[in-house]
């Protein structure tokens, strides 16, 4: 409607360009047999249509195009009026804060179309929403639409428990058919640790503590995609105080971020630092660069992949996490999870590497060098206190079975 009302770019955003082909492109209305873009835009508005790009020109001089919120930055030069993002609480949230700008200065509109994925970017959108007059917010369950009878859902519900179990299968059913931001997302690694975190109150204001290094954890993704997480260490528990992710800039950029606010400290890379950047002057590796900019890396505690997601898993009842500055980098943890294999109907043993990838694998790097502060030589004092963490080794500690006394212990 809006096309036709005013001509200019819309577009229709999936969280991954190859679903817009397959959900918004291909799609056939089983009711019908008819192309859905076919039954939305009759051939007769159309002046072209480009199949390969999913690309509709109408006669009066509108576009409408299917896009990827995974390539959302290629988009540059265009300036849409009108932005869908389907399935949003899957998309990378980055994509809306990159185009609210263009909607702005174009007077155009953005809408959000969603199931519940857990606590993340579209719940806390959500909420944002509910509480501005700026903003219409609306949440339909099965009960609301009536779209499935009740003992189609009781049907799935059985379903379900065959092939998740019965906990993460009321889990799904929650979620798909009663829009419930409670629910556990399936095969998420950390989504259990974090709700403790959320119901034990260690996220909140976390102030940063000048008379204490603040320690870096850097993921250094392709294309030049970076997450930095911001922490300090004390005896008896980890403050995460801030988190930074962005793409397509330098070192220089990130370096300067840093030194912004004063975080200076270790800076914890994963191995592949020591890869020679091309193009870099000297061909630099990554260390040498961050050494050039002031920084102090160091390499981070080589740890296999599951091995350093146990870490991660293990490191989240230490830590407090700022609830502001910390938000994006906490909605990736929560959106960290496996890989589900539709043929096999069962979780791989590999992370789903999706927008939430980064913020996850820099967390892995903290996870595995955060207690390595805590080993550097200090002034002891006449009686010491040394808590049972800190006499264990980082595998033994990753390994170990914390009692519960031992957690209120170090917390």
Not at 8 to 30: C, D, F, S
Not at 94 to 111: R, S, T
Not at 312 to 331: E, M, Q, S, V
Request: hydrophobic share 35%; glycine share 6%.
């Amino acid at each position: 409607m809006s096309a036709f009302e005013r001509p200019a770019t819309y577009w229709h955003m999936l969280p991954e360009y190859a679903q817009g082909r397959k959900a918004i492109w291909n799609a056939v209305n089983p009711h019908t047999g008819i192309r859905r873009i076919d039954e939305a835009f009759p051939r007769e508005l159309r002046a072209t249509t480009n199949e390969q790009e999913m690309f509709i020109r109408f006669k009066n001089g509108a576009t409408w195009q299917v896009v990827g919120s995974d390539s959302y930055n290629s988009t540059v030069g265009s300036p849409p009026a009108g932005v869908t993002f389907s399935e949003w609480a899957l998309a990378n949230p980055a994509a809306y804060a990159y185009l609210a700008p263009i909607l702005v200065e174009n007077n155009g509109w953005a809408l959000f179309i969603t199931t519940s994925r857990g606590r993340n970017h579209a719940k806390s959108m959500l909420d944002m929403a509910r509480g501005s007059s700026d903003w219409f917010a609306q949440v339909l369950t099965v009960d609301n639409t009536g779209a499935i009878s009740h003992d189609a859902v009781e049907i799935q519900r059985k379903e379900y428990h065959g092939i998740y179990g019965d906990e993460a299968g009321d889990a799904l059913i929650e979620q798909e058919y009663y829009c419930s931001f409670e629910a556990a997302v399936l095969g998420s690694y950390w989504g259990k640790q974090l709700r403790e975190a959320e119901q034990g109150g260690r996220i909140l204001d976390v102030p940063v503590n000048r008379d204490l290094p603040v320690n870096t954890a850097w993921d250094i993704g392709v294309d030049d995609a970076m997450a930095i997480w911001c922490f300090q260490v004390y005896p008896d528990r980890l403050d995460v105080v801030d988190y930074y992710e962005n793409h397509g800039l330098g070192f220089d950029h990130y370096c300067q971020w840093l030194d912004e606010r004063k975080y200076h400290g270790t800076d914890w890379v994963p191995h592949d630092a020591k890869v020679r950047e091309a193009g870099a002057p000297g061909a630099r590796t990554r260390i040498e660069t961050l050494i050039s900019l002031g920084r102090k890396p160091e390499l981070s505690p080589n740890q296999k992949l599951m091995d350093g997601i146990n870490a991660g898993r293990r490191t989240i009842p230490f830590a407090r996490f700022d609830k502001i500055r910390t938000a994006r980098g906490l909605d990736c943890l929560r959106e960290y999870k496996a890989e589900w294999d539709q043929d096999n109907r069962v979780f791989k043993k590999t992370p789903d590497h999706n927008w939430a990838s980064h913020g996850a694998d820099a967390w892995r790097c903290l996870a595995n060098a955060w207690r390595a502060p805590m080993r550097e030589p200090e002034k002891k004092p006449e009686a010491p206190l040394v808590t049972p963490m800190q006499e264990m080794t980082i595998d033994a500690w990753i390994n170990a079975e914390p009692s519960d006394s031992f957690a209120r212990e170090t917390l």
